[in-house]
């Protein structure tokens, strides 16, 4: 720490997460650097500190004034994730008081943090087109359809949890507060994927992640009807218009 403070870059530095609040044997390091300008494009450093793993991010002057001026963010892009670690972290350099001024900001609640719609919509054809394809491997009658789902469902179950948080509109904030929050919340989602921890035959995993993936959905973002068309763009996004475009290939009548 001493030796950030004392270099000219450094403008700020601030720590968070259990780095903030008292590390344990099993924390990490959570550090933010502030930079004069970030004209090395340097996101992050990965290292060890005093035997913790230690997860560095740089951001610079430039960002911070910018985050300043703004009352919406995304939630679960760097915006979002820069308020949340700042609003719990405890600030250790700030010789000019830009950290303060932003943390000020933020206990006064004037950001608003959004989820968009486009994200959510790729959320939401994401899981449903994982299901499909899971539900075709676990029906075949072919061993290494069934060997590829046990490989399949290990990234298709923790999509389930971020579409879980975006459809609500809760920012993700990683698998701890995840867990936290549905023990508050949603103890019988909870509960499922705790059955699905436990299963030893792909007959029960598959059981408990088709519960899971019916619990998952809220709002407007349900299960793909049977006569589902859907269109991705080739930016990996869901666009209506582009369903209409498929129908007049094949000669529909669009409203």
Not at 48 to 77: C, M, P, R, W, Y
Not at 94 to 108: C, V
Not at 220 to 242: C, G, M, R, T
Request: charged fraction near 30%; proline fraction near 2%; avoid cysteine.
């Amino acid at each position: 720490m001493e030796e950030l403070k004392s270099s000219p870059r450094v403008r700020g530095i601030f720590v968070t997460g259990t780095t903030a609040s008292g590390l344990s044997p099993s924390s990490d390091i959570d550090l933010v650097v502030i930079l004069d300008e970030n004209k090395e494009k340097i996101r992050s450093v990965y290292t060890t500190v005093e035997g913790h793993f230690s997860d560095i991010f740089f951001f610079d002057v430039d960002f911070l004034k910018q985050l300043q001026d703004k009352g919406n963010i995304l939630a679960n892009d760097f915006d979002g994730m820069f308020v949340e670690w700042l609003a719990k972290g405890k600030i250790e350099h700030d010789p000019e008081g830009f950290l303060l001024a932003l943390k000020d900001k933020i206990s006064e609640n004037s950001f608003v943090q959004n989820i968009t719609e486009s994200e959510k919509k790729s959320l939401w054809a994401k899981i449903n087109y994982n299901f499909i394809a899971n539900k075709r491997y676990y029906d075949s009658s072919n061993e290494l359809y069934r060997k590829a789902l046990e490989l399949r469902l290990l990234h298709s179950v923790i999509e389930l949890f971020i579409a879980y948080f975006s459809f609500r509109s809760i920012p993700w904030r990683g698998e701890k507060e995840a867990v936290e929050y549905l023990e508050q919340n949603d103890q019988e989602f909870l509960l499922v994927f705790n059955n699905y921890s436990k299963s030893n035959t792909i007959e029960d995993k598959m059981k408990h992640y088709e519960e899971l993936f019916a619990r998952s959905f809220f709002g407007d973002h349900q299960k793909w009807p049977d006569d589902f068309v859907i269109a991705i763009s080739k930016e990996n996004q869901y666009n209506q218009e582009l369903k209409n475009f498929w129908d007049k290939l094949l000669g529909h009548r669009t409203n």
